[in-house]
């Protein structure tokens, strides 16, 4: 059970990083800020890099 739901975790952590990173990719396209995205990102990397543990 606990790996099902891990499994599932990393496959929607891995979905918000394509989203974000699509974000990321337009806010810089048009000069906006672009920190809160990179702080999501590395959020998201730190917890994919824990689940893998």
Same mark, same amino acid.
């Given at each position: 059970m606990?790996?099902?739901y891990t499994e599932e975790r990393i496959n929607e952590l891995k979905? +918000?990083?394509i989203r974000t990173q699509?974000?990321?990719e337009k806010l810089e396209s048009v000069g906006g800020d672009i920190k809160a995205a990179e702080k999501k990102l590395a959020a998201i990397e730190k917890e994919l890099q824990e689940?893998? +543990?």
């Open positions: 606990v790996k099902n979905l +918000e990083y699509g974000d990321l689940l893998r +543990e």
